[in-house]
């Protein structure tokens, strides 16, 4: 089954420390994974996808499909990085697809 | 575009009442999405519609849970009778589109606590 798995649910990290958000996904064919970004009293809003290879707000995210890894990185975090991370994985079979979420890793940028 | 928007932002409501969330898409999208957030689960996926039908309600944690697309431009989420567990904000989100390519947009979402 489908599954993406974020280990840490509140992750802390002082001003100007790297920053790794963690994600693990499970499934058998080609994935298309996005990290989704929710600041406080915000919609919820796309960060990355990695189809794109881009760098957001300073943020990047590599797809390694032997580790079956998608971790989003930053190298100095800042405070208004402060958000809830949601990692995504979109899958599609027999005409239909679907998005599916991890439970989301808090990150708490301390000054 | 406004977006995809949401209805009511906030909702509280006493348990057994009837409790309906309204989502307005982006125009010209062909899939909906209803999610719920909490903490102890994350984003879930309830429901998602693809051109007003719903495709895959497996998410819907029980019956009394409904939800209806009745046009493109328009659709709710329903909780008869509502109970304290499905204190949560529910999410709306829309997109366009059948492969890979598709970007959800989503609703600012409805803050619902029942008590």
């Known amino acids: 089954a489908q599954r993406v798995t974020q280990p840490e649910k509140l992750l802390s990290v002082f001003k100007g420390a790297p920053v790794e958000l963690k994600c693990n996904y499970s499934?058998?064919?080609?994935?298309?994974l996005f990290w989704y970004v929710q600041y406080s009293r915000q919609r919820l809003q796309l960060l990355l996808r990695h189809i794109s290879r881009e760098s957001i707000k300073g943020f990047t995210a590599d797809l390694n499909k032997g580790e079956t890894s998608f971790h989003l990185k930053k190298p100095f975090a800042q405070e208004e990085d402060s958000a809830m991370y949601y990692c995504?994985?979109?899958?599609?079979?027999?005409?239909?697809?679907?998005?599916?979420f991890g439970k989301g890793t808090k990150l708490s940028v301390i000054p | 575009d406004a977006g995809v928007i949401q209805s009511p932002r906030h909702e509280v409501t006493e348990m057994g009442q009837e409790v309906t969330l309204r989502c307005k898409p982006i125009s010209g999208h062909n899939s909906l999405f209803w999610y719920r957030q909490t903490m102890m689960r994350g984003l879930e996926l309830l429901i998602y519609f693809n051109n007003n039908v719903p495709i895959d309600d497996s998410g819907m944690p029980e019956d009394r849970f409904s939800a209806k697309m009745p046009n493109a431009s328009f659709s709710t989420l329903k909780i008869q009778p509502s109970e304290p567990r499905d204190s949560a904000v529910y999410f709306c989100?829309?997109?366009f589109g059948t492969g890979l390519e598709e970007k959800l947009f989503f609703g600012s979402g409805t803050q619902l606590s029942v008590l």
């Open positions: 499934y058998s064919g080609s994935p298309e």
């Open positions: 989100a829309s997109s």
């Open positions: 995504a994985l979109l899958y599609s079979g027999a005409g239909s697809y679907q998005l599916t």
